[in-house]
Nanobody
Framework: QVQLVESGGGLVQPGGSLRLSCAVSGSIFSFNAMGWYRQAPGKQRESVAGITVGVGINYADSVKGRFTISRDNAKNTVYLHMNSLKPEDTAVYYC?????????WGQGTQVTVSS
């Protein structure tokens, strides 16, 4: 059973930075797409950033220029580097991995941007 475990969330002031990590129990080579999603209270889950083999990297318009997604194949880990954080970035952030029929989600990590 594949597991995705997120970490790195927390409370940060506006303008601050955080780095989220998503550790995959299996090889990330098993998945052709990995990404980060978020869900704020009362809102639907939305895509934040993703890496798709053969396609490239995509970002939500709201985070372009501030967030960076990366992957470390040797560590089976995907990261989300978040800079210039805003209160509207407050949400639970989820890691997702897709490959073939597989579609796995992590348990989520809370990010709160507040002064």
């Amino acid at each position: 059973q594949v597991q995705l475990v997120e970490s790195g969330g927390g409370l940060v002031q506006p303008g601050g930075s955080l780095r989220l990590s998503c550790a995959v129990s299996g090889s990330i080579f098993s998945f052709n797409a990995m990404g980060w999603y978020r869900q704020a209270p009362g809102k639907q889950r939305e895509s934040v950033a993703g890496i798709t083999v053969g396609v490239g990297i995509n970002y939500a318009d709201s985070v372009k220029g501030r967030f960076t997604i990366s992957r470390d194949n040797a560590k089976n880990t995907v990261y989300l580097h978040m800079n210039s954080l805003k209160p509207e970035d407050t949400a639970v952030y989820y890691c997702n991995a897709k490959g073939g029929w597989a579609d796995y989600w992590g348990q989520g990590t809370q990010v709160t941007v507040s002064s």
